[in-house]
């Protein structure tokens, strides 16, 4: 059996080197099954993309994938998902913070348990406490609205069967999180727990501006909350207005002591104008990855794709 792992990279030229020489010494004291590790640069602009090539691969088989262009993280993970030619597929990072030992114990609990898929759920983090809360609520909302088994803690890490390569293969979708995508196909899954690291080398390419683009991705791809919102915002500010309408003629008709003036058609205006471009944005970001489907355009660019076989001097 061939386990592959994928591990994007963007700028890692610092990381390049020590992660190579900690996958030697892990993996070349691994006896349960072949690797072949699948590195994907994601439009990387210094020196990761030589440091790769012309690294010492000497415990396991490498496949260098290029994009023409930075695709973003979860892109890199397909191209890595379609070239994989593991039994069993899973990922890691450049900066090492999900120790390596997980590629083992998620291999054994797939095979102990019999499942298509296998978790390492994050149980503890040495992020900030701001970081941390951001997750927290990320995970929430997603458990709320979108996917029920969402877990609290979130994950970066799993390991899946060739059956759940084919069906990720057959529907690469942009503008998604690859990993709620697996999480909402059905297939039979375990977990294991697992404690994260801090990052020993470099800094994180894991952006504010990325998070919100994930943020929204993952909920316009999988929950009609949004589309939901709008209609409930709607038929409340019906409803208000209704009300007000009704309350200005009775006090009208009654006491006739109202004055006219232009700061309350002001406020009137800026919440109901609000509200409406609230609105128009959310069914926009809808449209707008319908619009993107439809054209088809690819989900990444390979520039080239270099394989190499295990040093062995």
């Given at each position: 059996m061939k386990v592959s792992i994928?591990?994007?990279?963007?700028?890692?030229?610092?990381?390049?080197?020590?992660?190579?020489?900690?996958?030697?010494?892990?993996?070349?004291?691994?006896?349960?099954?072949?690797?072949?590790?699948?590195?994907?640069?994601?439009?990387?602009?210094?020196?990761?993309?030589?440091?790769?090539?012309?690294?010492?691969?000497?415990a396991y088989t490498t496949q260098i994938i290029s994009f023409s262009k930075n695709f973003g993280s979860h892109a890199a993970l397909r191209a890595g998902i379609l070239k994989a030619k593991g039994d069993y597929i899973t990922f890691m990072y450049a900066d090492l913070q999900d120790p390596l030992e997980l590629i083992n114990q998620m291999f054994e609990n797939i095979i102990e348990m019999g499942t298509d898929i296998c978790w390492a759920f994050r149980n503890h983090t040495e992020a900030a406490r701001t970081e941390k809360l951001l997750s927290m609520t990320y995970a929430f909302f997603m458990r709320r609205y979108a996917i029920s088994n969402f877990p609290k803690n979130g994950f970066d890490i799993l390991m899946f069967t060739k059956k759940v390569q084919n069906c990720l293969n057959n529907n690469i979708e942009s503008n998604s999180s690859v990993f709620i995508q697996i999480l909402s196909l059905g297939f039979k899954q375990s977990g294991i727990n697992y404690s994260k690291r801090e990052r020993l080398i470099g800094e994180s390419k894991w952006t504010i501006s990325k998070k919100i683009k994930l943020?929204?991705?993952?909920?316009?791809?999988?929950?009609?909350?949004?589309?939901?919102?709008?209609?409930?915002?709607?038929?409340?500010?019906?409803?208000?207005?209704?009300?007000?309408?009704?309350?200005?003629?009775?006090?009208?008709?009654?006491?006739?002591?109202?004055?006219?003036?232009?700061?309350?058609?002001?406020?009137?205006?800026?919440?109901?104008?609000?509200?409406?471009?609230?609105?128009?944005?959310?069914?926009?970001?809808?449209?707008?990855?319908?619009?993107?489907?439809?054209?088809?355009?690819?989900?990444?660019?390979?520039?080239?794709?270099?394989?190499?076989?295990?040093?062995?001097?």
């Amino acid at each position: 059996m061939k386990v592959s792992i994928i591990i994007p990279v963007l700028n890692e030229q610092e990381n390049i080197d020590y992660l190579i020489s900690q996958l030697n010494l892990y993996l070349g004291k691994n006896r349960s099954f072949d690797t072949e590790v699948v590195f994907v640069n994601d439009g990387s602009s210094d020196n990761t993309l030589s440091k790769l090539k012309h690294g010492r691969h000497v415990a396991y088989t490498t496949q260098i994938i290029s994009f023409s262009k930075n695709f973003g993280s979860h892109a890199a993970l397909r191209a890595g998902i379609l070239k994989a030619k593991g039994d069993y597929i899973t990922f890691m990072y450049a900066d090492l913070q999900d120790p390596l030992e997980l590629i083992n114990q998620m291999f054994e609990n797939i095979i102990e348990m019999g499942t298509d898929i296998c978790w390492a759920f994050r149980n503890h983090t040495e992020a900030a406490r701001t970081e941390k809360l951001l997750s927290m609520t990320y995970a929430f909302f997603m458990r709320r609205y979108a996917i029920s088994n969402f877990p609290k803690n979130g994950f970066d890490i799993l390991m899946f069967t060739k059956k759940v390569q084919n069906c990720l293969n057959n529907n690469i979708e942009s503008n998604s999180s690859v990993f709620i995508q697996i999480l909402s196909l059905g297939f039979k899954q375990s977990g294991i727990n697992y404690s994260k690291r801090e990052r020993l080398i470099g800094e994180s390419k894991w952006t504010i501006s990325k998070k919100i683009k994930l943020l929204i991705d993952s909920f316009v791809a999988f929950s009609f909350a949004p589309i939901r919102l709008v209609s409930l915002m709607g038929i409340s500010f019906f409803i208000l207005g209704l009300v007000w309408t009704i309350y200005i003629i009775v006090r009208t008709i009654i006491f006739d002591d109202l004055d006219g003036g232009w700061p309350a058609l002001i406020s009137i205006l800026m919440v109901g104008f609000g509200v409406t471009n609230i609105s128009l944005g959310i069914i926009a970001e809808y449209l707008w990855r319908t619009l993107d489907a439809s054209r088809n355009r690819p989900v990444f660019v390979i520039d080239e794709i270099v394989e190499l076989h295990p040093i062995y001097n």
